[in-house]
Nanobody
Framework: QVQLVESGGGLVQAGGSLRLSCAAS????????MGWFRQAPGKEREFVAG????????TYADSVKGRFTISRDNFKNAVYLQMNSLKPEDTAVYYC???????????????WGQGTQVTVSS
């Protein structure tokens, strides 16, 4: 089992940047595929980015490709989401998630953090 705690959210102007962090507990962090999701008010939660267990493979939603970068540090039990060129439509609660999986997936994550709010003003 793994517990996840996100941080780094906040208020930023359009065009700005934020870096989200997710700290994971447990000694088996490297066994988990990690993902970032987001949920805007009145909308369903959506996949944003995922990273493989060793950090060597990543995948992104089309809406964030070229602007967001996911990475992980298995020594620090952490995963990050660097968000550049932020837009008002990126405003949402961002969640870190983990899944025991060999490949990156966009669904069926087993463990979730509590979320961190990102607000992008125009």
């Amino acid at each position: 089992q793994v517990q996840l705690v996100e941080s780094g959210g906040g208020l930023v102007q359009a065009g700005g940047s934020l870096r989200l962090s997710c700290a994971a507990s447990g000694r088996t962090f490297s066994m988990y595929t990690m993902g970032w999701f987001r949920q805007a008010p009145g909308k369903e939660r959506e996949f944003v980015a995922g990273v493989s267990r060793d950090g060597g493979s990543t995948t992104y939603a089309d809406s964030v490709k070229g602007r967001f970068t996911i990475s992980r540090d298995n020594f620090k039990n952490a995963v990050y989401l660097q968000m550049n060129s932020l837009k008002p439509e990126d405003t949402a609660v961002y969640y870190c998630a983990a899944r025991l999986s060999v490949v990156i997936t966009t669904t069926n994550y087993n463990y979730w953090g509590q979320g961190t709010q990102v607000t992008v003003s125009s």
